[in-house]
């Protein structure tokens, strides 16, 4: 056969977890068409020396955050990501009450200024999906439905209090209607206020409507510090009891240094959920620093009643020292875990702020921002941060230890995504966190070729087929014939991470070749502006 594309010599390492063999692999109409010795095509791609496997599926992506307005994903792509997974940590894009646009625009304008100016042309999650398939996309993306769309929408919103049985009812239609669209699962994240006062009972519910459609529940538990192991329960108890299919811990990880080690249990737990027929997995990304908002270092009556009643509090004083006192008393409270008094202000750095007065704090601890600004203690800064910043401030945590992150990684019941997005390569829009430039060629550089931590085989296997086949998708994650030809050529010898905390926009090295539903996106190492990637559905 004479093949559309053909990449020669390489070590093909096909996804399995095998071990790698020589091959030529043909290409032809998206597909996989052939795979054998000298085979013939149009364009060839000489390989040897090279590793070819398939392309790599970010279980766990806030893309749908930067799509409508970015549609390279640069970052994703030139690390090899031809599918990401996005609507993650509870938050989707859709749906959204058409009553409550207004509000729905103004929470997310807080931390994506765009957001200001944004119109939103959906509501339902079938509108969405419509809107976001007119997009041209470089990858292919899987969408997710959010719990806290579902909790706004529903009528129960911000405040804290559970929803009555009509709201609930409600609820579940959004949920069914994201599921009949084409939606892979329902996300949660325990942490965040309003989503933070959702009981037990209540998910079960909502997944029990994910069940029906043979989705997934994937979830930011309830606590990744000193609640982790009670988090770990709660979840695999929803996992059981609503009878989905399969549940997924988003971004699993031991946070805090007095909890450093709770990981061997948690996957314990894991362990003993899926002998006992309950099937529940994990992603994880390898570095040590989490990404979050500094708003979620406030006690959770400091959260309630939405961005207004929030800045209302913060410009209090009587209420700034209760939140002091607070945070300085509690260690973990359910829900909660008080980063500043875990971690301290000399491990919370500025990732992201917006205004002119705060941008050049990006990459700083809040205690050297102190020091540099001359403020009169971190406390000070911690809350001017927020009210300049109307609370829109990303901060990342010093908070993994190095030992836990080896130990999840190295589960067979974890795979990997970046919790990153696919963003453009410029550095004006801020500094984010590494892992959306370096996740994949980190495992592979670091931890596989220089500590050994996985073989490379076992590694490219969390990458590709395991998600795959989490998601349900046939035809993708494997080297095979009759695949989609979604696929990365790289040097095991060379692959590294380059993107740092102080400065993150840095594209990896050694990917040499990505290629998506058969068109090739990466070239020598240089992205191609093109756009094979494909709206997905869940497969039915
Ligand atoms: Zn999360």
Known sequence: MYCDIVIKNGKIID???????????????GKIAEIGPHLKGGKEIDATGKAVCPGFIDMHSH????????????SFIRQGITTCVVGMCGTSMAPIHPEKKDVFKEILSHFIPLFKDFEFTWCTFTEYLVEMEKIDVPLNVAFCVGYENVRICGGTGF?????T???????????????????????????????????????????????????????HIRGEGGTVID???????IVEKSGCRGGQIAHHKAS??????????????????????????CDSYPYNRGLSTLMTALPLWAQEGGPEKIMERLQNLD????IKKEIMSTDTLEGWENWIKINGFDRLYISLAHTEKWKDTRGKSISEITKMKGKANEWETFFELLIDEELG??????????????????????????????????????AFHPRFYGTYPRILGKYVREEKVLTLEDAIRKMTSFPAQRLGLQNRGLLKKNMWADMVVFDPETVIDKATYEDPHQFPEGIGCVIVNGEIVVENGVQIERYPGKILKRPT
């Open 319 to 322: 209420v700034r020292e209760n």
């Open 15 to 29: 996804g399995t977890g095998n071990p790698w063999y020589h091959g030529d692999i043909g290409i032809k109409d």
């Open 231 to 237: 988090a770990v329960k709660e979840f695999i108890t």
């Open 256 to 281: 805090g240094k007095p909890f450093w080690g709770t990981s061997e249990q948690t996957l314990q737990l894991i362990e003993e959920a899926n002998k006992n027929g309950v099937n529940v997995t």
């Open 159 to 163: 405040e804290n209090r559970q929803p």
């Open 393 to 430: 401030v990303f901060i990342t945590l010093e908070s993994m230890g190095e030992e836990d992150i080896k130990r999840i990684m190295a589960s067979r019941y974890q795979m990997v995504g970046t919790d990153g997005s696919g963003i453009p390569n410029d550095p004006s829009l801020g």
């Open 165 to 219: 049985s009509e709201e609930l009812e409600k609820m579940k239609e959004y949920v069914r209607e994201a599921m009949e669209a084409g939606a892979f699962g329902m996300s949660t994240g325990l942490i965040y206020a309003p989503q933070v006062y959702a009981k037990t009972e209540e998910i079960i519910e909502l997944a029990n409507v994910v069940a029906k459609y043979n989705g997934l529940y994937f979830s």
């Open 63 to 74: 893309t749908d955050y930067i799509l409508p307005f970015f549609n390279s994903m640069e």
